[in-house]
């Protein structure tokens, strides 16, 4: 059986080339890898609209009718994408291999149709492949991430980045916590995730905040506009990171999509997806974890997420309270041997710190609108400071403080770190 599936791999029909396409896609895939070999496909596999884009539905859809030999649907299941789609290349490269009943390879006789170089023609395979592993995935049914979360009173969503999937997802706050809205297939960069130099063609892995919509003109390349996200963060800065300009954009109007790897760093959505995101951005100040090691839960870790969220609420209230107290040995105990801050590290901050409660001046200290977000791991890279095996999460929150020479108030941003089950902080600054 094996060999066959192979076989057809090197067979002259695109019919058979669509359908050895579909044969990788879901080899991994349970339900997929049987569904290729039925006679029939289930009935009510593309009437769910809840959670399944109209576009992607279409085109898988046509995939399976070509797999299953029914290429008559699949050219009227293609026609359909197409009218709702003028300027999406991947289907008229599926429609005009239909057409081209004696073409040698996937794609070989419709350049001239898609005007598309060898490149891009692959890089439309890996379209089909990413949608596809998507829309079978069993992950489809447990859209928790595996993160700790607290949202302030002022954000109400949050989108969570997955580079290996190629998907944005959206995330409204509730009782009982992240409720997946949406999801929405993406591009990021040519050489994948992870940036670490200006021009290498990464999307960064990290917690980012999106600003709102650009306001200056943009060239057609950016589509329906661009959210600029705060890259290099100071995690990213301290670790020697470099660039900038790493937006959420869209599409030019001929293009409905971009392969998966195609950009230079930025997020790029098609232009009917980024309108649809418009209402969640232009708040502006959205919180965006982009990452390549995202894991799916169940209610059970979601729990255990909450409690952690609870130990770390404790762990800056006694930072707090031990601010107040002005014992300076139990107020720089909060903090890591690897703390950083804009003027210098632990050495420093501890030095500046002693000489201002050296007089044991009475302060007031107040936190109020917190925030949490956990910081996302990630597969390589050799940082000073790393979410490899360092369990890291970002805290802003409101801070309110007077002394009798001083009075402010200031959004602070802390990074705490786990360090043998003790949250420390290793950054802090303003937000």
Known sequence: MMKMKLMKLFTPSPVRLLQSLLVICCTFLPWSATAV?????????????????????????????????????????????????????????????????????????????????????????????????????ADNERLVPDLSVQMDAEQQHLILIDTVKSRLFVYKKSDAGLQHLSDYYITIGKNGADKSFEGDKRTPVGLYFSSKKLTTPLSDFYGEGAYPLNYPN???????????????????????????????????????????LQPVLSAGNIPVIISDTIQWTDNT????????????????????????????????????????????????????????????????????????????????????????????????????????TLQNKMRKRQYWKNENNQWKIIYEGAA
């Open 37 to 137: 070999n039925q006679s029939k496909l289930p009935t009510d596999l593309f009437t769910n609209k809840t959670s399944r884009d109209i576009v992607e539905s279409l085109l898988v859809k046509s995939l399976m009718q070509i797999a299953e030999g029914n290429t008559t649907q699949a050219m009227d299941t293609v026609n359909e994408l197409i009218r709702t789609t003028p300027n999406f290349k991947l289907a008229h490269l599926i429609r005009g291999d239909l057409l081209s009943a004696q073409a040698r390879t996937f794609g070989a006789n419709n350049a001239a149709l898609i005007s598309s170089t060898t490149d891009e023609v692959q890089g439309l395979r890996e379209e089909a492949r990413t949608r596809i592993n998507h829309y079978f995935s």
């Open 234 to 276: 100071e995690l990213d800065v301290y670790n020697n990171k470099t660039g900038s300009g790493i937006w959420l954009h869209g599409t030019p109007k001929d293009t409905y999509s971009r392969p998966p790897r195609a950009s230079d760093g930025c997020v790029v959505l098609s232009n009917p997806d980024l309108k649809k």
């Open 301 to 404: 870790i979601a729990s255990k997420k909450i409690a952690e969220i609870e130990l770390l609420n404790k762990a800056l209230e006694n930072w707090r309270t031990d601010w107040v107290s002005q014992n300076t040995n139990d107020y720089l105990s909060n903090y890591s041997k690897d703390f950083f801050y804009s003027d210098g590290k632990l050495r420093e901050w501890s030095e500046h710190k002693r000489r201002v409660q050296a007089g044991k001046p009475k302060v007031t200290v107040k936190i109020s609108n917190v925030s949490m977000f956990s910081y996302p791991t990630h597969n390589h890279g050799t940082k000073k400071i790393t979410a490899n095996t360092d369990q890291i999460v970002v805290v802003n929150f409101e801070q309110y403080y007077a002394s009798p």
